[in-house]
C-alpha cells in the first residue's frame, strides 16, 4: 500500500467533518475558453464563470516568514489544487489565493494548501 491509499482517505474524512462547502472561481478564463480563431489574441469567449464546488476548511497557522520569523496566516485545505488569484468563496466570506502548497508523497497529491487573504 502506498502513503496517497493510506492517507487519502483520512484527508476526505476530516475535510467532510471539519470542512465546509466553498466555491473556487478563476479570476481569468480558462485556455479551453478563449477563442482560438483569433490567433495571438486571448479573446474570453461569452458564458458561464469558470467556478467549481469543493470541500474547503480555512483556519490560522503559523508559517516560517522570509525574514526566519513564524509569522500568522490563513491557510486554507482542500482536495482540490487552486491556483493563485482565484478566489475562494465559503459562505458569505471570500478570500485572494496566493502561495499552493502541494503534498504529494510518491508523487500523488493528497491534499493541498494555500495561503489566502
Same mark, same amino acid.
Given at each position: ?7 487519502? &482517505? ?11 462547502? /466553498? ?22 469567449? $461569452? ?5 467549481? &464546488? ?8 503559523? +508559517? ?10 490563513? +491557510?486554507?485545505? $482542500? ?14 466570506? $471570500?478570500? +485572494?489565493?496566493?502561495?499552493? $502548497?502541494?503534498? /504529494?508523497?510518491?508523487?500523488? &497529491? ?8
Amino acid at each position: 500500500m502506498n502513503l496517497h491509499d493510506e492517507y487519502y &482517505p483520512l484527508a476526505v474524512e476530516m475535510l467532510d467533518e471539519f470542512g465546509a462547502d /466553498a466555491t473556487l472561481t478563476a479570476t481569468a478564463p480558462a485556455a479551453s475558453s478563449l477563442d482560438a480563431k483569433r490567433a495571438g489574441r486571448a479573446v474570453p469567449v $461569452t458564458g458561464t464563470p469558470n467556478s467549481r &464546488p469543493v470541500r474547503a476548511s480555512v483556519g490560522p497557522m503559523q +508559517i516560517l516568514g522570509a525574514d526566519g520569523r513564524l509569522e500568522t496566516r490563513s +491557510i486554507a485545505m $482542500t482536495l482540490d489544487e487552486p491556483l493563485p488569484g482565484e478566489t475562494l468563496t465559503m459562505g458569505a466570506t $471570500t478570500w +485572494i489565493v496566493g502561495a499552493v $502548497t502541494r503534498l /504529494a508523497p510518491q508523487g500523488q &497529491p493528497i491534499i493541498f494548501t494555500a495561503e489566502v487573504s
